[in-house]
């Protein structure tokens, strides 16, 4: 759904994008539900019937809007060249946070799609680019002999997602320390099994993260 279909011609693909843009951005105006397809062809430049000629209904049309920005931003993070596994990890909290933080009506818009069940591709965007540095790391010989890398991923997965979906419904754009509390927990996890560099450097981001909530 969120790939662009084939056999589009440039305008057709050029009209699909604006058409998506629109829906971000009304999305974020009006939250998730508040989108209405009469709205969303205005605010695009469309016949309403080219909306529904294009994506059926307005669930799909929404959903490939959001898809689309998700699989960019997540694509975005796993081209960037990291040395170390354990710095990529970190990176990809980072890079999250700085996005949340710099579209946070958008996020919080998406908080009713984010807590539904309909959210296997959502989460299996952002699952794949975290098992990427946890690859890393293992590729890198810095985890004990008995971790399983797949119950790893879907342990910091798991602290995270929680973490980012409060933060979305907070409006203060200074003090964020749901991002501090994600780094502490997952930096006392990886450290816990793993050894050298990435052992290190756990210990290390954990220290500064329990000092910085205690401050």
């Known amino acids: 759904m969120s790939a662009t279909p084939k056999g589009l011609t440039k305008r057709q693909v050029r009209r699909r994008e604006d058409i998506l843009a629109a829906a971000r951005k009304l ?4 939250g998730y ?3 209405n397809m009469r709205d969303l062809a205005k605010a695009s430049g469309v016949a309403p019937k080219t909306l529904y000629h294009q994506f059926e209904n307005k669930e799909k049309l929404l959903r490939a809007a959001v898809e ?3 699989r960019y931003l997540y694509q975005l993070i796993d081209d ?3 040395e170390r596994g354990i710095d990529r990890l970190y990176f990809i909290l980072d890079s ?3 996005s949340t933080k710099q579209n946070l ?4 818009a998406l908080t009713p799609l984010l807590t539904e069940s309909l959210t296997d591709t959502f989460s ?3 699952v794949a680019t975290y098992r990427k540095a946890l690859d890393q790391i293992a590729e890198e010989g810095e985890f004990v002999d008995w971790i399983d890398i797949e119950t790893l991923t879907s342990l910091i997965y798991r602290q995270v997602n929680p973490i980012y979906l409060s933060a979305s419904r907070n409006s203060d754009r200074k003090e964020q320390p749901w991002i ?3 780094k502490l927990d997952i930096s006392l996890i990886i450290a816990s099994v793993t050894t050298g560099y990435t052992h290190d450097k756990a210990i290390q981001v954990a220290q500064e993260m329990q000092g910085s909530l205690k401050g």
């Not at 999305?27 to 009006?30: L, N, S, T, V, Y």
């Not at 009506?105 to 919080?108: C, D, F, K, R, V």
């Open 27 to 30: 999305i974020a105006e009006r």
């Open 180 to 182: 501090k509390h994600a």
């Open 96 to 98: 999250v946070a700085e």
């Open 68 to 70: 689309e920005r998700f």
């Open 33 to 35: 539900d508040g989108v």
């Open 105 to 108: 009506a958008y996020a919080q």
């Open 80 to 82: 960037e060249e990291v």
């Open 124 to 126: 299996s965007i952002r």
